[in-house]
């Protein structure tokens, strides 16, 4: 069974600092994809960036990146410039493409506070 | 810009009560999920629906549990008698295929008294 692990519960940064979030998984497949999900205190859930197991290319959007390191099943996410609106837990997040059925399979959350 | 909305925000039940959460999914949508929160914890995974019948489901997701959708728009998910221990936030998501982004709704947080 796969698992997401976040080990980070809780993380703060300076507003306009760069904070890295931190997420592992286990698998044995190969392809797959994992994705980074924001839950501001609104509590909706909010895709934040997607990444293909099978692209080596490191997935960016905006002030949004990840280094996704397949071999040591590791998927951080970077954020550059944070600002107060960033302020949300973040949930990195699973889906197998293999028997999809389009299920995620989440880690346990990091609560990020922006610090003016 | 679409968007799943879910009825009620907030219910409040007594144990033993049947309660149904409410979602609309964006209308071209063909997968829809339920996920639920107990509060401080992870988001999981209840059950996923696909062309009418459920296409995959969780250990959670029991006998006291059942998913439908009545008509071509809504998406509900039924508590037959509600235990303390469903109180949580649940989520319904939807997506246009099974492989792209999960839409969530704003979630509808139900708590067992």
């Known amino acids: 069974a796969q698992t997401v692990t976040q080990s980070q519960p809780e993380m703060s940064v300076q507003e306009a600092e760069t904070v890295t979030l931190s997420c592992t998984y286990d698998?044995?497949?190969?392809?797959?994809?994992l994705f980074w999900y924001k839950q501001p205190p609104s509590r909706q859930m909010i895709l934040v960036i997607r990444?293909?197991?099978?692209?080596?290319q490191n997935a960016t959007e905006n002030r949004f990146s990840v280094n996704f390191q397949k071999a040591a099943k590791s998927f951080s996410l970077k954020i550059s410039d944070s600002q107060l609106g960033d302020t949300a837990m973040y949930f990195c997040a699973f889906m197998s493409r293999s028997g999809n059925t389009g299920k995620l399979i989440f880690g346990q959350g990091t609560t990020l506070q922006v610090k003016p | 810009e679409p968007e799943v909305t879910q009825t009620p925000s907030h219910q409040v039940t007594q144990m033993g009560q049947e309660v149904i959460l409410r979602c609309v999914p964006i209308s071209n949508h063909l997968y829809f999920y339920w996920y639920r929160q107990i509060l401080g914890q992870k988001v999981e995974f209840l059950v996923s629906f696909y062309n009418n019948e459920i296409s995959e489901k969780s250990e959670i997701f029991d006998d006291q549990f059942s998913v439908e959708r009545p008509d071509g728009s809504n998406f509900t998910l039924k508590i037959r008698s509600t235990k303390l221990e469903d109180s949580a936030m649940y989520f319904c998501?939807?997506?246009?295929?099974?492989?792209?982004?999960?839409?969530f709704g704003q979630g509808t947080r139900l708590t067992v008294v």
């Open positions: 990444q293909e197991a099978y692209k080596q």
């Open positions: 698998t044995s497949e190969s392809n797959y994809y």
């Open positions: 998501a939807s997506s246009d295929d099974r492989e792209t982004e999960a839409f």
